[in-house]
Every structure is written in structure tokens, then in C-alpha cells.
């Protein structure tokens, strides 16, 4: 048994103040002090905020009474002064940030330091007289003094005060720091309480995650356990070495023994491992009572840790395993971000009904253990889908999972993700690894940031050919976005189509059969049998329409350099080749697959498609291989081919000088302008009502200097396109937080027409013209009665959608205000009237959701389903409302058909080269260029757009069924039909109107119908031409034509 020793050193030198007094307690009490102090001080600052914000805000409002607007410049350079503190100190201290990970790194090396200081002071006595500080105490203070520093850093950039003060970390410093100090001053050293610094070790798990000493979670969370045993452990052994060092208080110190550190952390290990020698002892009151704490602590935490050991060592053999290849049946490897929001939709689309039977499995790996939620799901789908735990970045990884076998790489991303910077260079890394190690593998990846989308193109083997692809769903949002602000209802309907439902029974003609039958369409590609050799596009499409019961939407050509273009609505100069792909519009791929085995000789007659059969025709096998062949080249997308007709033969002068000035970027691409600062365009209220728009697309942005970037760009792309005539292109008045927009502002500055009315941050009065995305005179006074579409964006990265909701209230506030005091009787069939003439009157608006389940908390939300479905939701039927969640489906699409990419962009985006995309991997912006006949002939690509049936150019048309709108706007018009925008069924005070995609060829016309088409840019005066007076109308019924 270990005897104690009982003799205190001496403590009365001369040079020591409190000479014979034992000063502990007033370190502890001091310390005490200013702990609770401090959080007294915090939780006053909390419950006196809400105060001092009233009284601001009464001073203003009393300020605004006056017909005065002050704006305190002190008190905003002071603000302005601590928020950019506050930004530097977060950097600082962040782990997202290489400075913050190399703090975080220093400050656990200094700790563990600190730490091994103490060990060495532990062989003194806990209490003694210092005339000099020697070398151990100096290092240690200026430990305490960096401590000290980062203590500042931390406190600046806390978020909660209240969290950051009960934090460990503060604990430690103001127990430590506060005695190194008055040891300076007192010439007394205390001991006291620097095993604290032992908690440092609960940091271990995240310093070596940033070191890339620990890559994968099951390691983490098995260091993780162990640093919170070893640590504990370390501060549990420095309490009770220092009671016992002490004695009893109220014994007046009578029974302190002075033992070595360590024989207490044995005597902790011994006592926790229940074994219990009993050579060691505890003689103080306090360290017995400290012990038995320690021993239920202990207890707790093992019957905690050892189910989760027990987890983590069970799932190793469960997850661990090695995939085996099946002859005949292919493989899938899915990656990256894999959540059950990710995962579900992406499945889902894979093994949809309308592909048939899909033999192939999906082998997730991530770097996880899935919880009950996600093994559930796997474990429902068992036969086709695996988890493998693991990490991508390793090769022993990806060999289990067969990565050189595997049919394609599917690389998925966080879309919520609070970096998207870090985000995407993970991503970026996981595609390096898998092309590293195995080349030949097919990779589509899904990136956050456009910009990062681009860098891909950079990644050595990245290669087209092998049907490599990156999608950005948030570029594709913006897009999508950006056309229903001229094409009203086109998010809804373009998303529909790359997005596979189950198709049920529709009984009767309500609207919501009818927008649900054009919901189960979809896009399929198809090689075009022989018969439609040498046929015009426009022949092309109404045989596929006619005969056929297809939609022929646009096809492939190939320029000389074997690059491919995928063209919507060409011109009849571009003829139908041999074995040309055609983009079809189908409600599955065995409908699609008529344009592929269509026989002019054997088919002619058939009239039930269904019973249509392949042939033996000798011109099939010509074309055998390319039905089969993948036919992957270097995309162009959405780029007309220079023709020479085009350019030596079309007066692209004249058309130039009917048009007036137009000035294109380098590319041929878009409408460009020199670079315009953002303060030249920044309205005011009184200026933006002054300019009393028409037409023009407004957004509401909500963002602020901390918020990650939206990418405008990809939003002002589709609005800009040069396929638009100068007369199409609508002005765009940007509502937002004037730092958020600062940051957006270099990616947009060079294109025309866009105005700012910034968002004022202190509320400030009606006379400073500052405007909110939230305030009815700011929306009023950028006029959003006026304007073809209001748009809400967030950039908060969040699924709350607080702000949103809270803009539609406002729009929808202001529709009722604006709605005229007469209503129509309800015997009135308003299906027949023109919208412009009908009583009701709703602001045009498009809001994104983060959170699908949100569109419920919308004014006037009908459901089509009983099911939860956003597709089949009212808000989304009429095109009020979009989410990044109904583009999920396209990297399944991606998988099964590579070019579903290239007719998304030249839907969405207008067109893209080879020479853009060079530029932006170069320079990441646009450059203006010189007017020359190719770059002119660039722009002549057909647009989409939305025409009304008793305007021109259709109103001249004699159609009763769609079928006769179909084939009429072809011959006569060259324009491609491809869906109606027509008024939801009365009672419809807003004159709402649901999307119907590709209707029957027999659906019945009414007069009130738009429609949804393909107009080449040679027709583009159509677009721009004034409504008939006349309106061609049946006289016994206004409902039809």
C-alpha cells in the first residue's frame, strides 16, 4: 500500500506575498467570478436586445414622421467596422478555412504542451513561493498568453455568447490563464487546475481528419470514443491528484499526501476496469466522494460506448464486403453525398416501370453507416441495390466495389451543403481518384457550382466520348427558372418531361386529368429508321406525330470535326441522315421505340401502334449497328451549324439594321455589353417608379454577404440568349442585399438591361429609396402589376423557405387588392374569353422551394394526388412554384441515355460551344465579339416561346383539335407545337391557367388556349407582332374555335 506523506512545504519566504497563508481558494473563487460573471453579463445582453431594437426602431419611425431620413454615419462605421472583425475572426477560427484548420492544429499541439508542462509540475509541491519564474513557468505563461488570443478570436465570431462561454475551451483558459498570471504578481504558484487542458484530447478525432490521417467515419468515430475515455480519464486523475495534494478544507489541510500524477491515473484504470487492487488509496473526504462520482460516470459511459463499438464492429463485417460480378448483368457504382433525400428519387427514376426491365445493379458506397432509415430502404430494394462501406478515394475501396467493371460512376453532391466551395472540391477530388485509378470508367457527376462544372473538363481521361457527363442542378434550376419568365408555365412543363411517372386511369375532362396525362410523357432518344432519310425536319415530325403517335422534338447533326449539335425545330435545309438520333416525346420506351423500327412498306397500314412489330427489311440491317450504338461525340450543344446557305445567301446586314444595334459576346452565344458597375444601375423607389416598366422580369433575391452564391448567371443566360431579337429581351430588375449582390455582380455585369434596387438593412424611411423583396411599396414601385413574371430566389442554402413563403403572402396580398369589384356570373364559361379582359388579376410569380412539403403552406394549394407529390400539386401544375428536387431524376436519365444533357442545356440554357466553354474554363466570363457573317449565323437558332390562339400569327389558322394546330403551324409557320397552357376549370377568379404537355392529336382547341412552341428565328417579327382586333371564334360557342 502507497503511504502518504504528510509534510507541507514551507510557504513564508520573505519574497512571497500572503507569507504562511495558503491563497488556493482565491484563485478559485477569482476564477469563479468571472466565469458566472460573464454569464450574467451575456444573458443581460440577451433579454435587453429586444429592447434596444424597439427603441431603434421608434426612433426612425420617429425620424420617417418628421420627413427626415437619418442615417447615423458613426453608428454604420462602427457596425460596418465589427462585422468585418467578426468576418476575419470566423476565418480564423473556422475548420472550413486552412487558417482555421492550421489554429485549430497549433492550438491542439500548444494544449497538449500545456499539458505535458503540468505533468512536470505535478513533481512539485501544489502550492509554493517563486522569486524567479524558471523556464517551465515562462513557457507556460506564454502558452497562456496564445491562449489568451484565441480566447478573443473565438468570442468575436461566436454565434451564441451563452454556448461559447460553457464551452470546455473557455472553462480551461479561465481557470489557467487568470492563476499563470497572478503567479507574476504574487510570487505564490499554485497548481491548480491545468489538467484541464487534458480535454484537449476530445479534439484528436477532428485535428487528424484535417491531417488526412483519418479518411474514413468509422475511424473517426472509434477515435472519437477513445479520445473521450483517454481524456476524461487524464482529467479525472488531475482532480483527484490535486484534492488528495490539498486535503480537506474543513480539516484544515490535515490529511493532504503528496503522490505522483500517474498513480492515480493507474488507480482510475484499475477502478474502472472493476477490478479493484485496493494497493492504492484515497484519504480525502472530497477525492472519495469525487471517486464515486467517477465510478457512475464511468459505468454510463460504457454502457454507451460498448453498443456502439458493438455497431461500429458489426457493420465492418456487414458493409465490408466485396462485390462479385454476374455474368450478363452490369453494375452501377453510386458515390459521394449519399443521403435518403438524394437517394430515393435517384432509385426510384433507375428502376422506373416505363424502361422496362433494368438489369442492373446499384452498389452505394460512402463512407457511413447507414441509420435504421436508410437500411430500411436498402433493405426493401435488396435484390437491386448494395451498400458498401467505404471510401472512394481509396483504391482498395473501389476495388471491392468492382469501380474497373462498373457500367458508370455516379458521383452525387450535398445540395444544402453550408460550403459549396468545399462541397464541389470534394467532388472534384472523388472524380480525380476514380479517372486516376481506373480511366476507362464512365463518370456523371453532379457539381454545385457551375463554375465547378467547368473545372471538370481540366481532369486528365475526362472524355466525352466514354459518356462522361457533369450536371449542376442549380444551373439547370436557374435555367428552367429564367425560360418561364418568358415562356409562362415552362419550368413545370420541360421538368415533367425529364422526370417519369405512373401513369393510372384518367376518367372525365377536368383539367387535372388532362395536366396529369401530360405529365406521364418523357423524353426518349431514338435512332430514325430509314424511311425519314433525306425528309425536312418538319416532315420528320408530323409522320412521328401523325402516324406514329410521337413528338419529334429536335435531333442530332454532326459538324465536320465530328462534333455533335442537338437541334430544336431546325430549318429545313438540315435533311434527316442515316441512322440520325432524334429526340422523342413518349409516355415510355417502347413507344419511343417506333421511330427506330418504322417501316414505310410494312407499317403503312397498321392503325393500333401497339401491335406495331421490327421488320425484316433488307434497309434495317444497314442500320442495325446504329440503333444499338450508345453514339456518344464531342457535344456542341444546341448549336446550328454554320451552313454556308446560311451565310453567303441570308442578308444578315439587312437583318442586323431592321433589328438596330445588337453586340454579341465572342462566342455568337449572347447578348453582350460593355462591363457596367453596380452603381450605375442601382435604382431608387422614386427612380424605379419613374421608369415604369412593361413586360419585364423582376427578382427577388434573398441573400446577404454571408450567404453562398445563386450563380445569376445562369439565371440572366437563358434571357439573354442571341436566338432573342433586341425587342424580346426583357428587362430585369434585380431586388437584393447590395453586399450579396457585390459578390454576384462580376458574373452578370455584361449583360444589358438589368437594374439593382438594393434591400435596406436598417429599415430606413420611404424617402431614401431603398427596397425590400418583402415590402409592398418596393414591389410596387419596381412594378410587379406590370411585369411578365415575378421571381422569388434564396440564397440561404436552407429548406425553411421563411422569406419565400412569407413573398408569396405579400404577392398574393397585393392580387386581392388589385382584383376588380366585379365578378363573372357563374353561368359564364370563361374558357372562352381573353385573359386580358377577364375581372380577376393575380401578379405573375414563380417562387423556389427548398423544401417540397412547403408548397402546402401556399395560398390556394390543391392537390391532384392524395399522395405527397410535388409534380402533382396545383401551385406546381400552373407553374407558380419550382424546386431543385424535381431535377434530381436527371442523373438517373443521364445514365440510361448521354444525351439527355445536351437537349437540357439547348432547352434551357439556348445553346452552348466549344468555344464558350474554353472561355469560361479560361477567363470564367463572357467577352464582347465582332459582328462577322458566322457569328451572325450562330444566332439563328429556333427559340422557345408561348402564342396565343387568337393572336398572331395563330389566330389566321383553322383548327378545331390540337392535331390541326400541330400540322397547320408546321406547313404554314414552321413553328413546332408541343404543349397548351390553358385555363384551370371555374370557379378561377386569377385566371390560373395548368400546363398539358405533348396533348393527344383528337384533344379538342378552345379559344382561351397558348401554346407552348418552337419558333424559328426567322419568324421572329411573329413573336412581336400586336393581337388581331378580330378574335376567331365559333358564334354558337365561345369555349371553342
Known sequence: MYKPRTSIPEISYEHCMYRGTKIWDLYVVSCLVTLVQGVILILLKKWTQPTVKLHQFLSQKQHRTNGKCIAPQSSSFFSSLKDGITVHASTLVSPKHPHGQFLSVLMFVLNLGSFVIYLALTTRPIEYCVENLDNLLLLDLAFDIIYLLHFWLRFLSAQDLLVMWLDYKTIADIFTVAPACFTVVTGRAWLGLRFLRALYILELPAVLRMLNILTSKTSVKLCRLGAVLVGTLFFYAGLIHLVESSGDPWLENSNASSRPYFLFVYFLTVTMSTVGYGDVLVYTASGQFLITVFIFIYLAMFASFIPQVKEILANRKRFYGEYSVVLGKSHVVVCGHLSLSNIEPFVREFFHDDRGEVNTDLLFLGDFCPDATLEDFFVSLSGQINFYQGLVKTRQDQERVKMRDAAACVILCDRFAADPDAQDSDTLMNVITVKTYHPKTRVIVQMLKPSSKVLVQKIPDWDWNSGDAALCPMELKLGFMAQSCRVPGLSSLLANLFTMQSEVEQKGDSWKNFYREGMYNEIYTEHLSWPFRGMSFAQASKLCFLKLGLLLIGIATYSEDNEMSVLVNPPDCIKVKRGTLGFLVASDA??????????????????????MRPCECPEFDEDGSLTSAMNLRRPSLG???????????????KEMELEGQVTLDSTGMFHWCPPVSLEAVTLTRHSAIALALQKHVVACVFGDRGSRLQSLRAFMMPLRASSLTSPELPTVIFLGDRHYFLREWPDIHYFPNIYFLPVSVGGCGEKCGFGSPLCLDDLLAVGVTRCSRTVILTSTGSTEDTQTLLSCFTLDSLSLQTEAPTTLSPSSNTHGLDPQNTTGHSVPLLAELGNTSNVKLMN?????????????TEDFSVGKVFSVDVLDSLMAATYFNSNVPLLVSTLVTGGDTPLLEAQLVRDNKLKGGVMTPQLWALRRRSKLAQLALQEQPLCHLQCVLYKDLFVQALDSLEILCFGLYRLVDPPNRFTKRFVITNPRSDLPLLASDRVFCSVPFHQSHLLTQSPPLNLHQTPHDSSTL
Open 860 to 872: 390556394d394549394t390543391d392537390g391532384l394526388e392524395e399522395e405527397d407529390s410535388f409534380p402533382l
Open 590 to 611: 417502347s413507344d419511343a421505340r417506333r421511330a427506330s423500327i418504322y417501316c414505310e412498306r410494312c407499317h403503312s397500314r397498321v392503325r393500333r401502334l401497339c401491335r
Open 639 to 653: 448549336v446550328l451549324p454554320v451552313i454556308s446557305d446560311l451565310v453567303e445567301n441570308g442578308d444578315w446586314t
